[in-house]
């Protein structure tokens, strides 16, 4: 427990009639490690609060028709994959309390549904999640709280086999194919080097009630720490911080 300091609390005063910026949190870890699931049990717990998810999935490029042909050959799980320049704008205007329309991916025709969007509006807390949310730099700096889902490769594995195979549309083979040639290589080369950006790891995803309980009441104190300043511009507070 600490005292906040009088210089700390009158720069949080002196910015309580700034408006409010949503308080960011990026979620990341390897494919199938419950990185989903951390969100909703957090979204859950804030009810209270306007929170907005955003996965970085939606920002998967479409594939050109060549690219298409030969699908068994692209690798999803290098950072090129991705439209990053898109994702940045969209956290960017999020951040600045505009709403954004994120594109829909389908998983199944490698593309993006070209008429429909999903509008996503302004929030108290965004949470982007996604297997290299952190690779980036500018996206990173975006964050102001980072998470990483540490959840073993085997069960991640199992988890992937049976997803893929009854949501995605692929046959196991084509699973265990792409696993070893794109998934795994990716995980070593860009995922795992990432972890270190976090500031919290979850051993064990969603079944850890614990850390998920410790993660909100980290966000609540943040989100509560605004709203006092607000009520109270001229009075210092007693800040409760803690480490996981
Ligand atoms: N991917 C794919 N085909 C595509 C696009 C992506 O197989 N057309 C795969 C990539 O190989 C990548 C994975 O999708 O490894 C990313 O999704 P993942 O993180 O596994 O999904 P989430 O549901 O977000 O994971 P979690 O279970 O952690 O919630």
Do not use: M, T
């Given at each position: 427990r600490s005292l906040a300091s009088p210089s700390a609390f009158s720069a949080l005063a002196a910015d309580s009639n700034a408006p409010k910026q949503p308080f960011v949190i990026g979620v990341s870890g390897g494919t199938a490690s419950g990185k989903t699931t951390v969100c909703d049990m957090i979204i859950q717990q804030l009810h209270d609060h306007r929170v907005v998810l955003v996965n970085q999935d939606s920002f998967y490029r479409g594939l050109t028709p060549e690219e298409s042909e030969r699908v068994?050959?692209?690798?999803?799980?290098?950072?090129?994959?991705?439209?990053t320049e898109q994702l940045l704008d969209c956290i960017q205007k999020l951040k600045s309390g505009q709403a954004y329309q994120v594109p829909i991916y389908d998983f199944k025709s490698?593309?993006?549904?070209?008429?429909s969007f999903r509008l996503v509006n302004a929030s108290d807390v965004i949470i982007l999640e996604g297997?290299?949310?952190?690779?980036?730099q500018r996206v990173r700096n975006l964050m102001n709280m980072k998470i990483f889902v540490d959840t073993d490769a085997d069960v991640r594995l199992a988890r992937r086999i049976r997803r893929d195979t009854v949501e995605?549309?692929?046959d196991i083979n084509s699973v265990l194919e792409q696993y070893a040639k794109f998934v795994k290589p990716a995980f070593d080369d860009f995922v795992l080097p990432s972890k270190?950006?976090?500031?919290v790891i979850i051993p064990r995803g969603g079944d850890n009630h614990v850390a998920i309980d410790l993660i909100v009441q980290h966000i609540r104190t943040k989100l509560g720490q605004h709203d006092l300043c607000k009520i109270y511009p001229n009075v210092y507070v007693i800040q409760s911080t803690f480490q996981i």
């Open positions: 068994h050959e692209y690798n999803f799980d290098h950072p090129d994959a991705f439209d490698h593309r993006r549904c070209s008429d297997i290299l949310v952190f690779h980036d995605r549309g692929r270190k950006y976090a500031d």
